[in-house]
């Protein structure tokens, strides 16, 4: 159900970055000759313990907060198996030095400290939103979100589909995807449903927006990870990632605003997909990867070069247009991309001659 989604979020991405590679003419990188994975993997195989270790404790029946930090002890025993990984000094383990002297140069401490600046941007960043979504959850106010959103939407598919994105986002801040999932599918979807969009497409437009809001502002817990991981500034980071991102954030509306769109999800009104409409589908899909296209030029500011304010507007609006499943609606957006081609070609020849 989620594959042709998901390739649509990835072109988003791949876009997204080529058409920076041009912008600013960036030129092929030449790293280093280094080992191989395999031979890395040979060589330092037990730093995947950790990883495995979280797994097995909780098969355990240890609480997550404990197998993690279980794991974090695994890491640190396994790291002495190589004298250039180990976080104790081999002198104090061979007994050259005492304790006390060796602890102070040990990787240990060295990670101990690095970990602690690394989390205050993460963990200010959780207090806030777990703020907004215990007022949410505490105050009842998320078991009216449903007649909320009808009542606002005053029976409009398209503002009830960018309430719901708006709610998916507000209670995704603080917490993983999977249980932004499970409340949202309770408060959220039953709106969208009285609306006659089949069960299967709500449900997938609120877990699509579930997993983005990991990367979605203030909070956007992936990039925030990535930026202490990295040492990036993590506000920055997350802008980034967001403008990355920004153009597949209209992917859902097109298997919930269009009955067409629901073959996205490769399924519907079909049974198998042996007597799936397959021209419909693909049909459906070149729409969406056009309105992407226009979306990440609009955004980027590029076609074939830099392109002006108002070819951005043009470009952005025949994006949003496309997306309305009405006729009139996407022969607009057609044509307003027909006529931003025009003007970049126009003046990319007359900077020529």
């Known amino acids: ?52 270790s979280i797994i097995a404790f909780m098969l355990l029946n240890f609480s997550p907060e404990l197998s993690v930090f279980w794991a974090t002890v695994v890491a640190l025993a396994t790291s002495v198996l190589r004298r250039d990984t180990s976080l104790i000094p081999y002198e104090i383990l061979e007994r050259r030095i005492p304790l006390a002297r060796g602890a102070l140069d040990s990787g240990l401490l060295k990670a101990l400290q690095g970990g602690s600046i690394a989390v205050l941007n993460v963990a ?49 801040l603080a917490v993983p995807v999977t249980a932004s999932y499970i409340i949202c599918a309770v408060i959220a979807a039953p709106a969208l449903i009285a609306l006659k969009v089949p069960e299967f497409a709500a449900h997938m437009f ?23 991981i990295t040492g990036g500034d ?17 992917v859902p509306f097109f298997f919930v605003l269009d009955p067409q769109g629901s073959g996205l999800l490769l399924t519907g009104s079909f049974k198998t997909l042996a007597n799936a409409d397959w021209g419909s589908i693909a049909a459906t899909t070149c729409i969406a990867v056009v309105s992407i296209a226009a979306l990440v030029t609009g955004f980027q500011g590029w076609l074939y070069r830099n392109a002006a304010p108002a070819v951005r507007l043009l470009l952005i609006a025949a994006g949003f247009l496309l997306v309305y499943p009405e006729r009139w609606s996407r022969i607009a957006g057609f044509c307003l991309i027909a006529v931003s081609m025009a003007f970049q070609l126009f003046g990319r020849r007359r900077a020529l001659a």
Do not use: N
Not at 147 to 154: E, N, P
């Open 124 to 172: 200010a960043t959780c207090a806030g939103a777990g703020i907004i979504v215990g007022v949410v959850t505490l105050t009842g106010l998320g078991l009216k979100f449903s007649s909320i959103v009808l009542a606002y939407a005053g029976g409009s598919l398209v503002l009830t589909a960018v309430y719901t994105a708006l709610i998916v986002w507000i209670v995704g």
């Open 234 to 250: 993590p506000y920055k980071t997350t802008l980034q990632c967001w403008k990355y991102t920004t153009p597949a954030f209209l």
């Open 206 to 228: 609120i877990f699509y927006y579930a997993v983005l809001s990991e990367v979605s502002p203030p909070t956007a817990l992936s990039p925030f990870a990535a930026a202490a």
């Open 1 to 52: 159900m989620a594959v042709i989604p998901t390739l649509l979020y990835y072109l988003t991405l791949f876009l997204m970055v080529e058409i920076d590679v041009r912008k600013f003419g960036v030129k092929q990188a030449v790293f280093e000759q280094v080992e191989s994975a395999w031979a890395l993997s040979k060589k330092y195989w037990f730093h995947f313990l950790s990883l495995v």
